[in-house]
């Protein structure tokens, strides 16, 4: 065999070349994520309480059971519930009113988690 001239590699350098080869981050990288993720927990900190609707802050606004709003996925589960033998998609979306898009993910969802069954293709079930 050969041998191979030139300066040998020192181990330093090789750990900085895998370092910068792989994006592998340096304590000092680490260091200056960490102060960044301070500061904006400190501006969060600093954001006063919630800011009031515009319902709330006329006068006769919504009274406390108002305030109890059925979310999407509420809405939808109500809608599976009011039928026993199941519902089709079509009804579920002409009941809502929901796009066809957020009505799929809402239906992934609530099956997912277990609160609806598919029966079979486009009819629902609740669990």
Do not use: W
Request: glycine share 8%.
């Amino acid at each position: 065999m050969t041998k191979r001239k030139g300066k040998p590699v020192s181990f330093d350098a090789m750990v900085k070349f895998f370092m910068m080869h792989y994006n592998i981050p340096t304590k000092s990288d680490i260091e200056k994520l960490n102060a960044k993720l301070d500061h904006l927990e400190n501006l969060i900190k600093s954001i006063p309480g919630p800011v009031k609707s515009k319902s709330e802050n006329k006068p006769g606004g919504r009274t406390p059971s108002e305030k109890a709003v059925l979310t999407s996925s509420d809405m939808v589960l109500e809608i599976v519930k009011s039928f026993q033998e199941g519902v089709g998609f079509a009804e579920i979306q002409s009941r809502s009113g929901f796009e066809n898009k957020k009505l799929r993910n809402i239906i992934f969802r609530l099956n997912k988690i277990g609160k609806i069954r598919r029966k079979n293709r486009g009819c629902y079930t609740a669990s």
